[in-house]
């Protein structure tokens, strides 16, 4: 077995683990602090909004041996605006140009066609901005429509708790995301927008995972004393973390390909768009189940009285045994003249699994208090 399964087998068996929920606090700073630098950078820089959603001009050139940056250099000059400038297998240039009207289209059509160099006639093709809006208008409608409907199937499925658990978590991924298109500057297009709503579902399955690993892992919680809801959320997350960072590397490699070696290197600008609202959104989809969605669960859970009273029996449990000179691992134990403790949900989940630290699940109890 690798390395990274053997570290999984021992999380799914509860015998190692990080305490996300307990440090939740820290990464509540993090988040928070994460994302109000993306709402700055999106207040200060804004979208760079594409042509589609600004209107302009889009010219093809015929067969031209003018480089890129000289052809954009001289868009620039022509228009007065900003010019997005790709090289087409034929050795033709597409230029696209926004916020220009049709006089101011044909006008900078001939000056390119002059600095190019060129005989033939340059292609120029109008786009208006409300083709960009409609798409932004009935796309915000579908994101409004799909954040209902989370919220609901979540709510019956598992609980309200939950369901405001992973909104929350859907709103701080959709943030962090559109901060870093205004942070870096790239353009935001309709595939953009696709992009944007493709993260949401994968955000939304990474949470549900751990959410339903949890609910198997709280069933009848209140029948014992062993652990507190905390404490089971915790080893929730552990459980399915392997699971989760090998679903978010699968996903993210293909995705860094198209960021990395298709816009970047290779210098297939157009791949940018969507890519990089992929590749940030999966990333932050991963963290959140992880790091946000789960421990605002465990917040919320533990201000019931039901879940209070739990964590003061397990607390007293402890101090009992820590009384009686034994350890925290031995306070789990039944103890003679108690209620026997049921194992919360069936411990054959990975996320169910319950048990403390450092022990083995086969480990075989001490005759001493059994």
Known sequence: MSRLGTIGA??????VGYDFVGKRKIWYAVSILITITAIVGLAVSGLNMGIEFKGGAVFTTPKTSVSVAQAQEFAEEASGHPAIVQKLGNDTLRIQVSELDTAQAN?????????LNITGEINAEL???SWGEQIANKAWTGLGVFMILVVVYLAIAFEWRMALAALVALIHDITITVGIYALVGFEVTPGTVIGLLTILGYSLYDTVVVFDSLKEGTKD?????RWTYSEIANRSINGTLVRSINTTVVALLPVAGLLFIGGGFLGAGMLNDISLSLFVGLAAGAYSSIFIATPLVADLKEREPAMKALKKRVLAKRAAAAARGESAEDASEDVPGEPQDALPGAA??????VGQRGRGRGRPSSGKRR
Do not use: H, N, S
């Open 348 to 353: 054959a989940t990975a996320g169910a699994v």
């Open 221 to 225: 919680i209140t029948k014992q004393t």
């Open 10 to 15: 021992r999380l799914y068996r509860g015998e």
């Open 107 to 115: 006008t900078v059509g001939k000056q390119l066609a002059e600095d």
């Open 127 to 129: 786009v208006g901005p």
